[in-house]
């Protein structure tokens, strides 16, 4: 199947943080330690693609779309993709 996923890791339990930022709470206890996405995508046999730079944004759901089978692409939402 010719499917693409995006995932967005942002290395957090994303809801809770925004819960927590709404109720003017600390964020506290949401940090998580994930492996990557687009290894473990390429280890079960789909194309797996990790985007760490702003500059690779545009070639990457590309290359994916173009791919003819499965795959994923894992973009870092760190500061600098930000």
Known sequence: MNVTHVVLHNGQLGKISKEQRAGCFDVWETALKN???AAFATDCGLLGIRVERAEDLDAAPRQAL????????EVMTDAQLI
């Not at 173009?66 to 692409?73: F, I, K």
């Open 35 to 37: 492996p990557s996405f």
């Open 66 to 73: 173009d791919h003819p089978g499965p795959a994923l692409v």
